[in-house]
């Protein structure tokens, strides 16, 4: 079974601006996590990758009863 990764990868540019990109969170589930970086400052811009318009494989839950 892969395993999977989850990464954040950060550019700070010359003029001090910082682009995020996060990568390996299917879904809106890397909504949550965007917000913590966007109280850090001002949002100029902001786009989805196209992970964000995968669905998140859905868990299964089995129970067997005796």
Avoid at 8 to 28: A, L, N, P
Avoid at 34 to 59: C, D, I, M, N, Q
């Amino acid at each position: 079974m892969p395993t999977e990764y989850r990464e954040i990868e950060f550019t700070i540019k010359k003029d001090g601006s910082v682009d995020y990109t996060i990568r390996g969170i299917k879904g809106s589930g890397c909504d949550e996590l965007s917000h913590v970086f966007e109280e850090l400052g001002e949002v100029s811009e902001s786009r989805k990758t196209g992970e964000y318009y995968e669905k998140e494989p859905e868990a299964k839950v089995l129970t067997q009863r005796k």
